[in-house]
């Protein structure tokens, strides 16, 4: 690498160390530990590349963005910091940084992103009129784990695109979280943030939400509906839950991406479909296009740009943070106030949270009701934990449990997550295809494939399972066990 490297921040060790690893690497080297001799050194055109903390002695170095941007639109600015929030990297991506690396943080990935701004210097940054507003300490994501640094960064990038964004992560991971914080400070933000969740439609009426009806389109059709793609219209269209789309409005929702345009169900006039589309799943997209559940082509479409949410036990540091969050936004919905003590968050974090972020809020809201005290105390969390129906407080080297058990468990788990509300409403139909999907499949395999077998196994007329086997879009392979 060849150039100047400007290298701002108070703490003379990271001065020191970035110092010698930029001049080992070729670069000639200015440090300070102030904000005011940087922007002194940028206004006598130094620098051919800028690594600065955020926070400084005399200010602050994302203020300062903007008025760089002005005196030297060319400069790329690398900006890092310990305050590792969603805010700060969303910050850093509005007011033009070329990057953000959290603290701590990894040398060679500094050295990195150094020499790729040295390459790409010449590409001009658009330049910025007006300083952000500051926003209020009210964060749409929070954790300062590694894990949720990446998708931060993968945020910060995409705020001023209008890619597609596909985010997988499990039930109460805050998917659409993600999406509102994407959208929220993103190019539409001024318009509507739309979601649907599949899971949650007969299947004979997603065309209907999702594209609207005319009147008389089908049976019960009193009077036209606009669709969710022309509620959305110039915002964002977050489908939820999408790896449950029946094949049909699949290939419906692939035409209408392909082609930017839509119509009614029962109608003939054309629309333009003006959305961003953000989609999530907790399901192995590429799983279902093997089993042909999912068509590949429409992945590819939705798929842009990746997002992998982390379950909370791969996050568990966050806990002591969205736990004191939670409290707090309990008592802003009128509930009692509590704290929470340092014992009972230790007990916390050494749960597996298998209903994940959405688990632990539901624990929180439950606490603020139950718990006489004004501390949360160890002693309360610890009876709150052994006493829920949860598997979050499962014991190891447990004995495998009976399936109306283990059925139970998962049912009371689910009406958890929850919370004050009810799941949508079919459960009995959704239940009932959860376990026949896998029961079928698994005794087809078993048979490798011989339908009259596998009626005669599970005790079924064979044209029942013909019939099953179709409307579960279960794929049969002769003479193959997978077992």
């Known amino acids: 690498m060849e150039g100047t490297i400007l290298v701002a921040d108070d703490d003379r060790t990271i001065r020191t160390v970035l110092a010698q690893a930029l001049t080992r690497a070729g670069c000639r080297v200015r440090a300070t530990g102030t904000a005011s001799t940087l922007w002194r050194w940028i206004e006598e055109g130094e ?19 903007p008025a760089i941007r002005k005196k030297r639109p060319d400069l790329p600015v690398i900006v890092m910091s310990a305050q590792n929030t969603v805010m700060t990297a969303i910050r850093a991506a509005e007011v033009g940084a070329y990057e953000y690396l959290p603290k701590p943080f990894d040398l060679k990935e500094v050295l990195g992103q150094v020499a ?46 209008d890619l597609g964004v596909m985010i997988n992560g499990e039930s109460g991971t805050g998917k659409e979280l993600v999406a509102r914080a994407l959208h929220n400070f993103g190019l539409r933000k001024n318009g509507p943030f739309v979601a649907i969740n599949m899971a949650a439609i007969p299947r ?84 279902l296009i093997n089993e042909g559940r999912f068509r590949e082509d429409l992945f590819y479409r939705l798929n842009v740009v990746p997002i992998r949410l982390p379950p909370l036990r791969e996050r568990l540091d966050d806990v002591p943070d969205l736990a004191r969050a939670f409290l707090r936004k309990a008592e802003t919905e009128g509930l009692p106030r509590k704290t ?37 105390s160890g002693t309360v969390m610890a009876q709150e934990i052994s006493a829920r129906p949860s598997s979050a407080a499962s014991p190891q080297g447990t004995q495998p449990q009976r399936l109306a058990h283990a059925i139970e468990a998962h049912l009371r788990r689910y009406f958890d997550l929850h919370g004050d509300s009810l799941p949508p409403d079919g459960l009995y139909d959704r239940i009932l295809k959860e376990m026949e999907l896998p029961l079928i499949a698994l005794s087809l395999s078993a048979t490798r494939g011989n339908q009259v077998r596998t009626a005669e196994l599970l005790g079924i007329n064979r044209n029942t399972l013909r019939k099953k086997i179709k409307d579960l879009d279960i794929r049969v392979t002769r003479g193959k066990r997978m077992m």
């Open 116 to 161: 790729k701004a040295l390459n790409q210097k010449s590409r001009r940054l658009p330049a910025v009129e007006d300083e952000p507003a500051q926003r209020e300490d009210n964060l749409p994501l929070i954790g300062r784990s590694p894990a949720m640094q990446e998708v931060y960064r993968i945020l910060a990038r995409l705020m001023n695109t």
């Open 340 to 376: 929470i003590s340092k014992e009972a968050l230790d007990i916390l974090k050494k749960q597996e949270w298998t209903g994940n972020v959405r688990e632990l809020e539901n624990l929180m809201r439950r606490l603020c009701v139950l718990c006489p005290d004004d501390v949360i």
């Open 204 to 287: 004979d009426l997603i065309e209907s939400e999702l594209f609207g009806h005319e009147k008389g389109a089908f049976t019960g059709a009193d009077r036209a509906m606009a669709g969710k793609f022309e509620q959305a219209k110039g915002g964002t269209l977050f489908l939820d839950e999408v790896g449950d789309m029946p094949l049909d409005a699949q290939t419906r929702l692939l035409r209408v991406l392909q082609e930017g345009e839509f119509t009614r169900v029962g109608g003939r006039d054309l629309q333009t479909a003006d959305v961003r589309i953000i989609a999530a799943t907790h399901q192995d997209l590429r799983s």
């Open 47 to 65: 620098g051919d590349v800028v690594v600065t903390d955020v926070m400084m002695p005399d200010g602050d170095a994302l203020d300062l963005l």
